[in-house]
């Protein structure tokens, strides 16, 4: 019960449904069914950062499209919409985006580099690179075309020289360089990648087998993105795997969520995982670990924080949505609740009516944990006492010794 630490509600009215959220070390990006997209700076409390705003071609007089998908890195954001296109913003430069494209369906992917200034989209068959070339101007660096529709994309961190993509689609797991176009690092035919992760020289994806062949059940599998070698085949869980966190493992481990209920932590060294919590009722939606603590989220909007040395929960959040987004570090915690339904229920007289369908909306909480900073200012100021006053005035209301600022 004594934990120190201060919890805020980024909440965004105006925004209507909340769509997707990501971060970056405590920068928060949120995009909605109004179209707006949004940021919060959660290093610093009094801050609410700005509405960032979208490109507007001359007919744009209706109602903006949805915003499928967000991502942020140190200096980027980047927000794909439901008619196709995507803005990009410098977040030094303003609230104008600095660049735009558009696919002519609607984007199923969308990754962004986690240092620099590369982006790729997934749209009906097609992925598409763009970054700025040597004097800053925005172009397509690669166009990939694939025979699957893609589920998931990701971008290798760390690499010198053209961007290399991870691109999961369907049965296949493709490895998109441009000078090799079309690789494909893993392909079992009827066996569906259910999520893929990346690190600098190693993808880990969770792929789906055959119901009725018990002999295989669902593994994660591990591919060393040189030499294109499966490395390692880790778990036998009945349920998919539904989250992997590789990125942000500590070396040589990695932290996985499955439809099962379960997280599991494995290292890369051994097959069987180290140890496997009974976390969520619902499913596994999010997780992320470090040295010794996970932090999981569930589809049934629970976030559990677990101590992985001793297998226990130490505290759990509940909100109304399925958790879709979580990020730490040392001394902070960013959750998202999305949810899935994208329209309120009732009728469409009250859509303009903020404290109307509060809980359907989709909440993101910002936990900040550094005691040395918020210990005193989250103390009632009548309750820092000063020892070094000999006497203090106290309204004549019997204050016990030591006197209190009123």
Request: proline share 4%; glycine share 8%.
């Amino acid at each position: 019960q004594n934990r120190i630490g201060a919890v805020s509600q980024l909440r965004y009215e105006l925004g209507k449904i909340l769509c997707d959220v990501h971060s970056c070390d405590g920068v928060v990006i949120a995009g909605y069914t109004s179209g707006e997209v949004r940021l919060w700076d959660t290093r610093t409390w009094d801050y609410t950062a700005p509405i960032l705003e979208a490109m507007h071609g001359p007919g744009d007089a209706g109602p903006r499209p949805h915003v499928s998908f967000v991502r942020i890195n140190s200096s980027l954001a980047v927000a794909a919409y439901e008619d196709g296109t995507i803005s990009i913003w410098n977040l030094m430069f303003g609230r104008e985006p600095i660049h735009h494209y558009q696919h002519n369906q609607r984007i199923q992917a969308l990754a962004l580099g986690s240092e620099g200034a590369v982006v790729a989209t997934a749209s009906g068959f097609e992925v598409k690179v763009e970054s700025p070339d040597d004097r800053g101007f925005w172009q397509t660096t690669a166009t990939f075309d694939i025979q699957k529709l893609v589920s998931f994309l990701n971008l290798v961190p760390d690499v010198v020289g053209s961007p290399v993509t991870v691109a999961a689609a369907e049965d296949i797991v493709y490895l998109l360089k441009a000078e090799d176009p079309g690789k494909v690092l893993h392909s079992v035919y009827g066996q569906p990648v259910t999520c893929l992760d990346v690190s600098a020289h190693e993808a880990a994806f969770g792929v789906k087998t055959f119901g009725w062949l018990l002999n295989e059940p669902n593994q994660i599998l591990l591919y060393n993105l040189e030499t294109s070698q499966c490395l390692k085949k880790m778990g036998n869980s009945i349920g998919d795997f539904t989250c992997v966190n590789l990125q942000n493992s500590p070396p040589n481990m990695l932290v996985t969520g499955n439809k099962d209920r379960r997280v599991r932590v494995f290292d890369l060294r051994k097959s069987e995982s180290l140890c496997s919590l009974y976390a969520h009722q619902l499913g596994v939606s999010a997780v992320q670990m470090d040295d010794w603590k996970i932090v999981s989220g569930g589809e049934e909007g629970l976030v559990c924080v677990w101590d992985q040395r001793m297998g226990t929960k130490l505290w759990e959040m509940h909100a109304r949505h399925p958790v879709r987004h979580v990020w730490f570090n040392s001394h902070s915690l960013i959750t998202a609740n999305i949810p899935d339904e994208k329209s309120l229920p009732g009728t469409s007289i009250t859509d303009d009516d903020l404290t109307v369908h509060h809980k359907y909306r989709g909440i993101i909480y910002a936990y900040e944990f550094s005691a040395d900073q918020l210990a005193v200012e989250s103390v009632l100021p009548i309750c820092r006492s000063s020892y070094d006053e000999v006497t203090g005035y106290n309204y004549n209301i019997g204050l016990a010794v030591p006197y209190d600022n009123i």
